[in-house]
């Protein structure tokens, strides 16, 4: 069974950063892609960033690239993601998931199978 545990949120000042991560429990975190994604009040749940099974892949949505960086460590089963120069739209609960089927990383909900129960990131103006 696989339980995905984010820890790292807070509230944080515009121009901040905060580093998120994700502790994974099950026998196949390590053969499979890990995605970051959040949700704003009255807002759907959207994509952050995704990496691959080896680390050696990643994508990011447009509105964090060069300010979001993901990693993953493999013989931790944990997945991170650092935000840098946080913005009041990165306001949100991100959650993180994992893939279970696929060799590639998806950047859409349906691509994930095991969510974790997200943490709250609040920048304030």
């Known amino acids: 069974q696989v339980q995905l545990v984010e820890s790292g949120g807070g509230l944080v000042q515009a121009g901040g950063s905060l580093r998120l991560s994700c502790a994974a429990s099950?026998?196949?975190?390590?053969?499979?892609?890990m995605g970051w994604f959040r949700q704003s009040p009255g807002k759907e749940r959207e994509f952050v960033a995704a990496?691959?099974?080896?680390?050696?892949?990643?994508a990011y949505a447009d509105s964090v690239k060069g300010r979001f960086t993901i990693s993953r460590d493999n013989a931790k089963s944990a997945v991170h993601l650092q935000m840098n120069n946080l913005e009041p739209e990165d306001t949100a609960v991100y959650y993180c998931?994992?893939?279970?089927w696929g060799t590639g990383f998806g950047t859409t909900e349906a691509a994930y199978d095991y969510w974790g129960q997200g943490t709250q990131v609040t920048v304030s103006s």
């Open positions: 990496i691959s099974w080896s680390g050696g892949s990643t």
């Open positions: 099950g026998p196949t975190f390590r053969i499979y892609a």
């Open positions: 998931a994992q893939r279970s």
